[in-house]
């Protein structure tokens, strides 16, 4: 079966996906575009998928009878209209992050696919495809012992000037927030934020660097370092410390050069290159799970978890350094 799917968002990420299932994964196919600047769905449909339906709005995509999957790739404010309907049509969805933009909006969407009985909802927390995170977490399962501390850091380059302090948070640190959690299979009870002085290649509505403080039940101390204008490179680290020993997130792949008397490893500029791998493996899980109609993966709880954790660590942001506690309700029996 190829699973015909509508890509809603067809922007930098929507663009991409649609080139990886066109063009990299097997099982599916694009057949439908929407984008509410429509130039931009049909460059998408010209350079990838020339025999693709374009749709005026995302619903109408949605109720087509020719549509069996739905991607979700559209601003983040967006997306939760997008998943009800896509829920509501009994459709699978993959929802890049975040599933919704408030806590609320996450909530609503498990109340309705918990009322649906089935999940169709994938989020796209693709680190927990990352091999090298995969690797981490069979590290950290088995090797070093019970975890007390975890060292993260979450560093681009640069961010354009829209980029404000709590996106630092929700656009962001969302990717730990979710990884984190997986990795450790914990949840977080508290976060305090920590600001020290800002980089010079900041500007005035962004605080950055910020350090984001996360304690766990099981009593895990995270530090999560987040900075948007780094400079140097695109750079994820991640180092668990456990009873026995320490694990730390391998780093990319790069050629090493012995060259004018230095030892030299290049270092990512781009998110899109550093995780090329783990959207691969992600989409073609969403895939193999659509054409039996339902969704695996990373699920609606864990984007309600992550937009509580976000709202915690945005709120904590404005506490001077005091701890915000984070409650979560009981988890329904459908993520179990
Ligand atoms: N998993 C990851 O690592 C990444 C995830 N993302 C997420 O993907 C989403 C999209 O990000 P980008 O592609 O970078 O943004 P973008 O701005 O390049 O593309 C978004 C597209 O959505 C369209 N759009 C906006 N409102 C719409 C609506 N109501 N209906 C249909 N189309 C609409 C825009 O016209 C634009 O073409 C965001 O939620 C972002 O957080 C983005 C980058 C990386
Ligand atoms: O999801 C992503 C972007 O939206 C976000 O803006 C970046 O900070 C992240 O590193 C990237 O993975």
């Known amino acids: 079966m190829t699973v015909r799917i509508g890509v809603v968002g067809t922007g930098a990420i929507g663009r991409d996906h649609a080139r990886r299932i066109n063009k990299v994964l097997g099982g599916a196919k694009v057949v439908a575009l929407s984008d509410v600047n429509r130039a931009s769905a049909e460059a998408v449909r010209n350079d990838i998928a020339p025999d693709a339906e374009i749709f005026a709005t995302g619903e109408e995509l949605i109720a087509s009878p020719d549509v069996d999957a739905v991607l979700v790739t559209s601003w983040g404010a967006t997306h ?59 590290a950290v399962d088995s090797r070093i012992g019970a975890p007390i501390m975890v060292h993260a850091a979450h560093r681009n380059p640069t961010v354009p000037e829209q980029y404000v302090t709590p996106m630092a948070i929700h656009d962001t640190m969302i990717h730990e927030i979710d990884v984190l959690r997986w990795l450790l299979d914990d949840d977080y009870v508290s976060a305090r934020v920590l600001f020290p002085r800002s980089a010079a290649r900041s500007h005035a509505r962004l605080k950055d660097p910020q350090i984001v403080i996360l304690e766990t039940a099981k009593g895990t101390i995270i530090d999560v370092e987040i900075f948007v204008n780094c400079h140097y490179g695109y750079d994820i680290q991640c180092q668990v410390v456990g009873e026995d020993g320490i694990a730390s997130l391998p780093e990319p792949m790069s050629v090493q050069t012995r060259l004018g008397a230095k030892l030299q490893n290049d270092i990512l500029t781009d998110w899109k290159d550093r995780f090329i791998a783990s959207y691969d493996v992600e ?54």
């Open 80 to 138: 939760e209209q997008y998943v009800l309907a896509a829920i509501a049509a009994g459709k699978p969805c993959f929802c890049e992050k975040p599933l919704a933009t408030t806590a609320e909006g996450a909530k609503r969407i498990v109340d309705t696919e918990v009322a649906h009985g089935r999940r169709l909802v994938q989020v796209g927390f693709m680190r927990r495809y990352d091999a090298g995170y995969v690797a981490l977490k069979q």
């Open 283 to 336: 989409l073609q899980d969403f895939i193999h799970a659509a054409a039996k109609g339902t969704a695996s993966g990373p699920n609606a709880w864990d984007g309600y978890v992550a937009a509580i954790t976000s709202d915690a660590c945005v709120a904590a942001q404005e506490t001077d350094g005091a701890a915000v506690e984070i409650k979560l309700p009981t988890r329904p029996a459908l993520y179990q």
